[in-house]
C-alpha cells in the first residue's frame, strides 16, 4: 500500500456554526457543500475540510469511534489497503463507505485514535 496524501479532514463539532464561520469567514476556506448538517470546504490545494453538525450520521460514528478530527489517507486501492491492514492485525471500524467520487474504511490504529483511507472510484 503506498499513501498518496492527507486529503481530507472530518470535524465532528458541537460549535458548527462557529466552525463553519470561522473556516469560511476567517480562513477563507472555498465551500464544495452545503448541507442540513454537514459542509465542506476546500483548500487552494484540493485538501479538504468537512465539519458535522450534531444530527449528521458521521457526527455519531465519529462521536462514537474517535476523539478528535480524523484524517482520510489517500490511497490507490482501498481494498487491498483493508486487506493488508487485516493482515496486520489492524482493526477495521465499521462497514466500507462509498459515494460517487470515493470508497473508505475506518481504522483504528495503535495509538487509538480513528483514521480512514481512501481511494477514488474511477469515472
Same mark, same amino acid.
Do not use: K
Given at each position: 500500500m503506498?499513501?498518496r /496524501?492527507?486529503?481530507?479532514?472530518?470535524i465532528? =463539532? !458541537?460549535?458548527? %456554526?462557529?466552525m463553519v464561520g470561522?473556516?469560511?469567514e476567517?480562513l477563507? #476556506?472555498?465551500t /464544495?457543500?452545503?448541507?442540513a =448538517?454537514?459542509?465542506e470546504?476546500? =483548500?487552494?490545494?484540493? %485538501?479538504? $475540510?468537512q465539519?458535522?453538525a450534531p444530527? %449528521?450520521p458521521?457526527? !455519531?460514528?465519529?462521536g462514537?469511534? &474517535? =476523539?478528535?478530527p480524523?484524517?482520510?489517507?489517500?490511497?490507490d !486501492?482501498v481494498?487491498? &489497503?483493508?486487506?493488508? #491492514?487485516e493482515? &496486520?492485525?489492524?482493526e477495521i471500524v465499521?462497514?466500507?463507505?462509498? %459515494?460517487?467520487?470515493?470508497?473508505? $474504511?475506518?481504522v483504528r490504529?495503535? !495509538?487509538?485514535n480513528?483514521?480512514e483511507l481512501a481511494?477514488r #472510484?474511477a469515472n
Open positions: 503506498e499513501v /496524501n492527507v486529503r481530507w479532514v472530518g465532528r =463539532t !458541537d460549535r458548527y %456554526d462557529e470561522f473556516l469560511r476567517v477563507g #476556506l472555498r /464544495n457543500f452545503e448541507e =448538517t454537514r459542509v470546504f476546500e =483548500t487552494s490545494e484540493g %485538501d479538504e $475540510i465539519v458535522m444530527g %449528521d458521521y457526527y !455519531d460514528f465519529f462514537e469511534h &474517535a =476523539t478528535g480524523v484524517p482520510l489517507f489517500e490511497v !486501492d481494498g487491498a &489497503a483493508q486487506q493488508e #491492514l493482515a &496486520a492485525g489492524i465499521g462497514p466500507p463507505g462509498r %459515494d460517487s467520487r470515493w470508497e473508505w $474504511i475506518h490504529a495503535p !495509538d487509538g480513528l483514521y481511494s #472510484l
